[in-house]
């Protein structure tokens, strides 16, 4: 055994709380086929295996968790410097994934940014140097942001290369115009060698960078390029500068860069571009806040705040916490978080979010999260997330950018040795194979993806719509089905009770005092609406014991000494009971689109039907729109709802659904989600409850209301920050938008390569225009991309507008009674 061969791996193995665990987890390591020792510490919780340099972090974690225990990981995003083309991307990656322990990295070469998953016992040190080692820099992100401002504007190099190449252009220009003037050749070289040696040092020390790495980017190609027709140009000029002056290729290699450095400023111009909404939304952070406490009030910084703390919002101020208003009235403008571009009315109880600007009214407000799990942190850093991501599609450029460059060098020897075989002519023969050098371009490949993606998610949240992965954008261009919740999903999920029937020996107020009995505790809507009926009668309510959910049914508890359920239809009937004399009363409620729950005593010696209670919701006044507008994107819509048939009928029918499941339980929707992805069809699931979770995770693509349960929010991958329904028609329609820029930016970026290329090789290109066309290419792929900005979606237009029926639901009450 060749011991120098092996590699230690550190594991910080976390769950382990005696002798057997270590005992356990050494055993599974060692089970691992390539592993020689694993030793483990329970004070450290430290695992120190020596396996074959094949044995990766990820089969060893594997092993832990087969044991029943895990690992401790990390998160770290890194700036990198020095990348400028889809090779320079692999690179990085591919030597950070060779680090013992790293799990996972990703490169986003619009950001500058890599994203690595590793176990907690990798250091940043080892992440950085294994960049470094690559031939590039790397710095903590927050170090980058404490850098100061370069003294130096950006644009400096293309200007200084600009004036020194413009009087080497300048005798082709004239020739246009049939005036025969030529520069002196060794002024010509006083002109060129700054441009090639100082401007153009970039290029060199990236491209030695690449070939110490035994790899090749475009750095690569243009120092290859330039230097050549500089090289073949100085070789001209001594040979041939007693004799007259020769056609020398100094405007080719000074030209080429100038437009390089040009492309490659117009292209960082455009990608800071892409980036605004991470800017705009940390734009919106509050350093400060007044907080009151006592009888005193401070200025404090925002990160001295602690929940429960009274936090001051003046009119015109940003409100600097997330919190619960206790005293006051005002509009709030919640533009740039939510999408919504009218201020909204708030007042005491009502939820506030940090960022949010206040109009009119002095309020104050009661913390209940600060730093980094306020509402505007979370929406940064799913951004980000987002845009970080690599979507699935980029992996074809992932597998061409690694043998791009290979491809490039033997395409222009090939040019090279062909022409100096046809013609003898080694000089054209050199020029030619420059232009294929020139022409070839990586950096539009490695930005077609990226710069969509950064520009999609960005505007969609602006516009309320927060896209948690990349993967979530591409697949939901392809959505042919979208499934519904419905109870806050398409209604507003505020059901009031519109109706309370007693049966044959009960009286309502009975029925109505059981029922809150059993409600007494939950915070179910339902429960809820029971619960204010009771305040407004002031009826007394009796004490429920081992009160219990009945998941997809209803709620079940002894009161008085009677064991009593309250539930939907599918209860009743599995309980054996029949809907006797209120059959017809029910329906009738059901076809007016109300909710209807049976009150039973459920006693196994004695069961009998006690009542009924029937809810009245109020369809969302967007959903109609929503539906009929995903209707003309060609998309069938379905609804799911545990509620009974006929108020899911009437309700689908108000929104033009045709195909509605009701009476369903959490585990069927998701089942049925996986019956209509078995069908083929692309299925979106839009829920915000808890019991939603299920449906949510079976979905292609998932859809989660803001302000539901948080595990709907967690669990899909697009958040709608307001509950407006016509959102989900908006994501749709930008996810085709993006997708149609990175397709339109991968066609053109393999496009510019395939015929340029060719073109190239075959004399018909000259460096100076193959150089133009190397830096337009990448500036014309961000530009497109960058188009996305103007995206506007429907659910801003506002042409939905609220409606209340509860005046029209309280009055029933009134009626009945």
Same mark, same amino acid.
């Given at each position: 055994?060749?011991?120098?061969?092996?590699?230690?791996?550190?594991?910080?193995?976390?769950?382990?709380?005696?002798?057997?665990?270590?005992?356990?987890?050494?055993?599974?390591?060692?089970?691992?086929?390539?592993?020689?020792?694993?030793?483990?510490?329970?004070?450290?919780?430290?695992?120190?295996?020596?396996?074959?340099?094949?044995?990766?972090?990820?089969?060893?974690?594997?092993?832990?968790?087969?044991?029943?225990?895990?690992?401790?990981?990390?998160?770290?995003?890194?700036?990198?410097?020095?990348?400028?083309?889809?090779?320079?991307?692999?690179?990085?990656?591919?030597?950070?994934?060779?680090?013992?322990?790293?799990?996972?990295?990703?490169v986003n070469l619009a950001t500058e940014k890599?994203?690595?998953?590793?176990?907690?016992?990798?250091?940043?040190?080892?992440?950085?140097?294994?960049?470094?080692?690559?031939?590039?820099?790397?710095?903590?992100?927050?170090?980058?942001?404490?850098?100061?401002?370069?003294?130096?504007?950006? #644009?400096?190099?293309?200007?200084?290369?600009?004036?020194?190449?413009?009087?080497?252009?300048?005798?082709?220009?004239?020739?246009?115009?049939?005036?025969?003037?030529?520069?002196?050749?060794?002024?010509?070289?006083?002109?060129?060698?700054?441009?090639?040696?100082?401007?153009?040092?970039?290029?060199?020390?990236?491209?030695?960078?690449?070939?110490?790495?035994?790899?090749?980017n475009m750095d690569l190609l243009v120092a290859?390029?330039?230097?050549?027709?500089?090289?073949?140009?100085?070789?001209?000029?001594?040979?041939?500068?007693?004799?007259?002056?020769?056609?020398?290729?100094?405007?080719?290699?000074?030209?080429?860069?100038?437009?390089?450095?040009?492309?490659?400023?117009?292209?960082?111009?455009?990608?800071?571009?892409?980036?605004?909404?991470?800017?705009?939304?940390?734009?919106?952070?509050?350093?400060?806040?007044?907080?009151?406490?006592?009888?005193?009030?401070?200025?404090?910084?925002?990160?001295?705040?602690?929940?429960?703390?009274?936090?001051?919002?003046?009119?015109?101020?940003?409100?600097?916490?997330?919190?619960?208003?206790?005293?006051?009235?005002?509009?709030?403008?919640?533009?740039?978080?939510?999408?919504?571009?009218?201020?909204?009315?708030?007042?005491?109880?009502?939820?506030?979010?940090?960022?949010?600007?206040?109009?009119?009214?002095?309020?104050?407000?009661?913390?209940?999260?600060?730093?980094?799990?306020?509402?505007?942190?979370?929406?940064?850093?799913?951004?980000?997330?987002?845009?970080?991501?690599?979507?699935?599609?980029?992996?074809?450029?992932?597998?061409?950018?690694?043998?791009?460059?290979?491809?490039?060098?033997?395409?222009?020897?090939?040019?090279?040795?062909? #022409?100096?075989?046809?013609?003898?002519?080694?000089?054209?023969?050199?020029?030619?194979?420059?232009?294929?050098?020139?022409?070839?371009?990586?950096?539009?490949?490695?930005?077609?993806?990226?710069?969509?993606?950064?520009?999609?998610?960005?505007?969609?949240?602006?516009?309320?719509?927060?896209?948690?992965?990349?993967?979530?954008?591409?697949?939901?261009?392809?959505?042919?089905?979208?499934?519904?919740?419905?109870?806050?999903?398409?209604?507003?999920?505020?059901?009031?009770?519109?109706?309370?029937?007693?049966?044959?020996?009960?009286?309502?107020?009975?029925?109505?005092?059981?029922?809150?009995?059993?409600?007494?505790?939950?915070?179910?809507?339902?429960?809820?609406?029971?619960?204010?009926?009771?305040?407004?009668?002031?009826?007394?309510?009796?004490?429920?014991?081992?009160?219990?959910?009945?998941?997809?049914?209803?709620?079940?508890?002894?009161?008085?000494?009677?064991?009593?359920?309250?539930?939907?239809?599918?209860?009743?009937?599995?309980?054996?009971?029949?809907?006797?004399?209120?059959?017809?009363?029910?329906?009738?409620?059901?076809?007016?689109?109300?909710?209807?729950?049976?009150?039973?005593?459920?006693?196994?010696?004695?069961?009998?039907?006690?009542?009924?209670?029937?809810?009245?919701?109020?369809?969302?006044?967007?959903?109609?729109?929503?539906?009929?507008?995903?209707?003309?994107?060609?998309?069938?819509?379905?609804?799911?709802?545990?509620?009974?048939?006929?108020?899911?009928?009437?309700?689908?029918?108000?929104?033009?659904?045709?195909?509605?499941?009701?009476?369903?339980?959490?585990?069927?929707?998701?089942?049925?989600?996986?019956?209509?992805?078995?069908?083929?069809?692309?299925?979106?699931?839009?829920?915000?409850?808890?019991?939603?979770?299920?449906?949510?995770?079976?979905?292609?693509?998932?859809?989660?209301?803001?302000?539901?349960?948080?595990?709907?929010?967690?669990?899909?991958?697009?958040?709608?920050?307001?509950?407006?329904?016509?959102?989900?028609?908006?994501?749709?329609?930008?996810?085709?938008?993006?997708?149609?820029?990175?397709?339109?930016?991968?066609? #053109?970026?393999?496009?510019?390569?395939?015929?340029?290329?060719?073109?190239?090789?075959?004399?018909?290109?000259?460096?100076?225009?193959?150089?133009?066309?190397?830096?337009?290419?990448?500036?014309?792929?961000?530009?497109?991309?960058?188009?996305?900005?103007? #995206?506007?979606?429907?659910?801003?237009?506002?042409s939905a507008q609220p409606t209340n029926q509860?005046?029209?639901?309280?009055?029933?009450?009134?009626?009945?009674?």
């Amino acid at each position: 055994m060749n011991t120098a061969a092996l590699s230690d791996i550190k594991l910080q193995v976390t769950g382990m709380t005696c002798a057997s665990c270590v005992m356990r987890v050494e055993k599974s390591l060692k089970a691992v086929p390539g592993v020689r020792q694993a030793s483990i510490n329970l004070a450290t919780e430290q695992a120190v295996v020596s396996a074959d340099p094949a044995v990766t972090a990820d089969t060893l974690a594997a092993a832990v968790r087969k044991a029943g225990y895990d690992l401790a990981t990390t998160e770290t995003t890194l700036l990198v410097e020095g990348m400028t083309c889809a090779s320079c991307v692999s690179r990085v990656e591919k030597a950070l994934r060779k680090i013992p322990g790293v799990s996972g990295a990703t490169v986003n070469l619009a950001t500058e940014k890599a994203n690595i998953q590793a176990l907690s016992t990798v250091s940043v040190a080892a992440l950085k140097a294994a960049i470094e080692k690559a031939g590039y820099s790397a710095k903590d992100v927050q170090d980058a942001k404490s850098q100061p401002a370069a003294r130096l504007p950006a #644009w400096w190099p293309v200007a200084v290369s600009g004036a020194l190449t413009l009087p080497l252009v300048l005798p082709m220009l004239l020739q246009l115009f049939g005036i025969d003037w030529m520069l002196d050749g060794w002024l010509q070289l006083a002109l060129v060698t700054p441009v090639q040696f100082w401007l153009g040092w970039r290029f060199y020390r990236a491209g030695w960078k690449a070939l110490l790495a035994k790899t090749g980017n475009m750095d690569l190609l243009v120092a290859l390029g330039t230097s050549a027709a500089y090289g073949l140009s100085v070789y001209l000029l001594f040979k041939h500068a007693a004799h007259g002056m020769p056609h020398l290729y100094f405007e080719a290699s000074a030209a080429v860069i100038t437009l390089v450095l040009l492309g490659k400023w117009l292209e960082q111009r455009a990608k800071r571009q892409t980036a605004d909404a991470i800017r705009a939304l940390n734009a919106l952070r509050p350093t400060t806040a007044r907080v009151r406490r006592g009888e005193v009030e401070l200025d404090l910084p925002v990160e001295h705040v602690v929940v429960g703390d009274l936090v001051i919002v003046r009119p015109g101020d940003r409100v600097a916490v997330d919190g619960e208003i206790v005293e006051g009235r005002s509009h709030i403008d919640e533009s740039l978080i939510t999408g919504e571009s009218l201020p909204v009315a708030k007042g005491v109880g009502d939820k506030v979010t940090g960022g949010a600007i206040n109009a009119e009214g002095a309020l104050t407000v009661r913390t209940t999260a600060i730093g980094a799990e306020t509402t505007l942190a979370r929406i940064i850093r799913m951004v980000e997330s987002a845009q970080a991501a690599k979507a699935p599609i980029q992996r074809i450029v992932d597998r061409v950018s690694a043998v791009f460059v290979p491809v490039v060098l033997v395409i222009a020897l090939l040019t090279f040795l062909g #022409w100096f075989g046809f013609t003898g002519d080694w000089e054209h023969a050199l020029i030619n194979a420059v232009a294929v050098l020139v022409i070839a371009c990586p950096c539009a490949l490695g930005l077609a993806t990226p710069t969509a993606i950064m520009a999609g998610t960005g505007v969609a949240a602006r516009h309320g719509i927060l896209i948690k992965d990349a993967e979530a954008l591409e697949v939901a261009h392809a959505v042919t089905v979208v499934a519904f919740d419905k109870t806050g999903t398409l209604t507003e999920g505020k059901p009031l009770l519109a109706a309370v029937v007693a049966a044959v020996g009960s009286t309502r107020d009975d029925v109505l005092r059981l029922a809150a009995a059993l409600q007494k505790s939950s915070s179910h809507p339902l429960a809820v609406a029971v619960m204010d009926q009771v305040r407004h009668e002031r009826l007394l309510v009796p004490e429920a014991h081992d009160a219990q959910a009945l998941p997809g049914r209803g709620v079940q508890g002894a009161v008085r000494g009677q064991t009593l359920a309250l539930g939907s239809t599918r209860m009743l009937r599995e309980l054996g009971l029949e809907e006797g004399g209120l059959h017809a009363e029910a329906q009738r409620l059901e076809r007016q689109g109300q909710t209807v729950s049976w009150l039973v005593q459920s006693d196994v010696a004695q069961r009998r039907l006690l009542g009924l209670l029937a809810f009245g919701d109020t369809v969302k006044p967007a959903a109609a729109q929503a539906v009929s507008r995903l209707h003309q994107l060609g998309i069938r819509t379905v609804m799911l709802t545990g509620d009974n048939r006929g108020a899911a009928d009437a309700v689908a029918k108000e929104l033009g659904i045709a195909e509605v499941r009701a009476e369903v339980l959490p585990g069927d929707k998701a089942a049925i989600v996986k019956e209509l992805r078995d069908a083929g069809e692309v299925v979106a699931f839009v829920g915000d409850g808890l019991n939603d979770g299920p449906a949510l995770a079976a979905a292609s693509v998932s859809y989660a209301m803001a302000g539901g349960a948080d595990v709907a929010t967690e669990t899909a991958g697009i958040t709608l920050m307001r509950g407006d329904p016509r959102l989900v028609a908006d994501s749709l329609d930008i996810s085709r938008r993006t997708y149609s820029k990175i397709k339109q930016g991968l066609f #053109w970026a393999f496009g510019y390569n395939v015929l340029g290329i060719p073109l190239a090789a075959l004399g018909l290109l000259n460096p100076v225009i193959a150089g133009a066309a190397m830096a337009f290419s990448s500036v014309s792929v961000v530009l497109n991309a960058l188009t996305l900005r103007r #995206w506007h979606g429907v659910a801003n237009e506002h042409s939905a507008q609220p409606t209340n029926q509860q005046p029209r639901i309280v009055a029933a009450l009134g009626e009945q009674r």
